[in-house]
């Protein structure tokens, strides 16, 4: 089993990826080279500014490179709540705007030849309890009437054989428009696209600190200084305290994934016969899928710190794997790897500005589509082509105590651990 990621083994960063050093001035500098920075540096090419990505690792080495290759409709928060918070009309177009996410993945990734394995292979959501099977019929009820939308339906413990080959959930949740795809093929594609279009990405460059001056920012980096008109500050999971505000509006989470060697066809037919991206309704989840090649991708976490140890994490998400897949008991682990993901206290991506630096972050686990679209949105807010966006309209609940967060993750983890024994 190899401490490493499985999707950048099989799909390296280019070699050839025209890299920059850093530039003196541009009109926008975007600090972090995922999903968020890419699709902004892409719609500000469009519209012909000037921009570098500067990157403290490679380009895509964060999340975006690293998760579950799962593009969902939805956001994390659940709609009832999010219809009961913002009222039924922002209600309504959360919800559109995350279909639309999905949509807009699918057309970039067409339009720009990236090939990345998107499957309309839509999602499946588990009953890890009874009472969670009686919440999906309500819920689908609820969508067809507050939404309009038919699109989800429910299957129960006795028909779940035909999406998933194992007995240990009692039913589940379908929505067909979900999509898989391959994250690294996917980021790497972006940033082969960036590139082509003149985006400088400039690797092992971390921003150390912002002043504001009169033509903009002085961006102070490791490297050197840049001034720029603008900045996008997307880094997601990986914020650090350079702009105190905007982490303490963001704490981050590992999540940790193991893959298994490719499996027999037969095998791959029998535990997903669909091929669906599957997740869980605990609120410490497990998710998984096949990959392209046929091997089981099995992630989640039994604690929300990020610096877990990979081995020992393994052994854990495997031994929970097996609960699930009797069938994948003695199947050899290839690869286990973690990564950080950016939550915010109400669970809503958010995104604005603050100290005069934008921002667009805490997708919540959904930001294979939700950063892509947002980071887009963005691209096009700086570059004068829209107002706003749907997430800069929200509070952004931000606290002095947030960026303390190993003191509490413990107990925030068993919190969880108590909901999920008890509800
Ligand atoms: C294990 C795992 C599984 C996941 N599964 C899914 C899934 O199946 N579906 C889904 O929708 N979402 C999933 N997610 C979440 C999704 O991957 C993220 O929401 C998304 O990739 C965020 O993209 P981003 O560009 O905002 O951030 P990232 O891709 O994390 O990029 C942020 C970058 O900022 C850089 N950075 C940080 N600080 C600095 C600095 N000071 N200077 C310069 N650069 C800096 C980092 O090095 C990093 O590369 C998962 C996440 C993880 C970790």
Redo the contacts with the bound molecule.
């Keep these: 089993m190899k401490p490493s990621v499985y999707w950048t083994e099989d799909c390296p960063r280019p070699p050839d990826l025209p890299v920059s050093p850093l530039p003196e001035t541009v009109d926008v500098a975007i600090?972090?080279?995922?999903?968020?920075?890419?699709?902004a540096a892409l719609a500000l090419r469009k519209a012909g500014a000037s921009v570098a990505i500067?990157?403290?690792?490679?380009?895509?080495?964060?999340?975006?490179?690293?998760?579950?290759?799962?593009?969902?409709t939805g956001l994390k928060e659940s709609m009832p709540v999010i219809f009961r918070r913002y009222g039924a009309e922002m209600g309504r177009a959360f919800w559109q705007w995350s279909l639309d996410a999905v949509d807009y993945v699918e057309r970039l990734t067409t339009e720009e030849g990236i090939d990345c394995n998107f499957v309309r292979s839509g999602h499946l959501l588990l009953a890890f309890k009874p009472q969670h099977f009686a919440h999906f019929v309500e819920e689908v009820r609820w969508f067809r009437k507050q939404l309009g939308y038919t699109d989800l339906w429910v299957v129960g413990k006795a028909e779940l054989h035909c999406e998933i080959g194992s007995t240990a959930y009692h039913g589940g949740l379908v929505d067909p428009r979900s999509a898989g795809l391959h994250?690294a093929r996917y980021?790497f594609g972006l940033a082969q696209a960036a590139a082509r279009q003149g985006v400088l990405l400039v690797e092992r460059?971390?921003?150390?600190d912002i002043r504001r001056i009169r033509t903009g920012f002085l961006v102070n980096?490791n490297c050197g200084t840049l001034s720029a008109s603008e900045v996008l500050?997307?880094?997601?999971?990986?914020?650090?305290n350079?702009i105190r505000p905007l982490r303490q509006g963001i704490f981050p989470v590992?999540?940790?994934?193991i893959t298994t060697e490719p499996l027999p066809v037969s095998l791959q037919q029998e535990l997903s016969p669909r091929g669906r991206?599957c997740?869980d309704s605990k609120h410490f989840l497990n998710?998984f899928?096949l990959t392209p090649d046929g091997r089981m991708l099995f992630?989640g976490r039994h604690n929300l710190s990020p610096s877990l140890d990979l081995i020992d994490s393994a052994r854990k998400m495997q031994a929970r794997m097996v609960e699930v897949f009797p069938q994948l008991a003695g199947v050899p682990i290839s690869h286990t790897?973690?990564?950080?993901?950016?939550i915010a206290l109400d669970l809503m991506p958010h995104a604005g500005r603050v100290n005069g630096v934008h921002y667009?972050?805490a997708?919540?686990?959904?930001?294979?589509?939700?950063?892509?679209f947002l980071?887009k949105e963005m691209g096009e807010v700086l570059a004068g082509k829209r107002t706003s966006t749907l997430f800069a309209q929200i509070n952004h609940p931000r606290y002095a105590f947030v960026p303390y967060d190993r003191f509490y993750l413990p107990l925030v983890s068993g919190w969880f651990r108590l909901l999920d024994f008890f509800t």
């Excluded at 500067?54 to 969902?72: P, V």
């Excluded at 590992?254 to 994934?257: P, Q």
């Design positions: 600090i972090g080279g995922g999903y968020t920075g890419l699709n500067l990157e403290k690792e490679s380009i895509g080495w964060g999340a975006s490179s690293r998760n579950g290759g799962m593009a969902l994250p980021v460059t971390a921003l150390m980096t500050i997307a880094t997601n999971g990986y914020t650090t350079v590992g999540s940790y994934i991206m997740f998710y899928r992630g790897w973690n990564g950080n993901l950016g667009a972050y997708y919540a686990g959904h930001g294979v589509s939700i950063a892509s980071g």
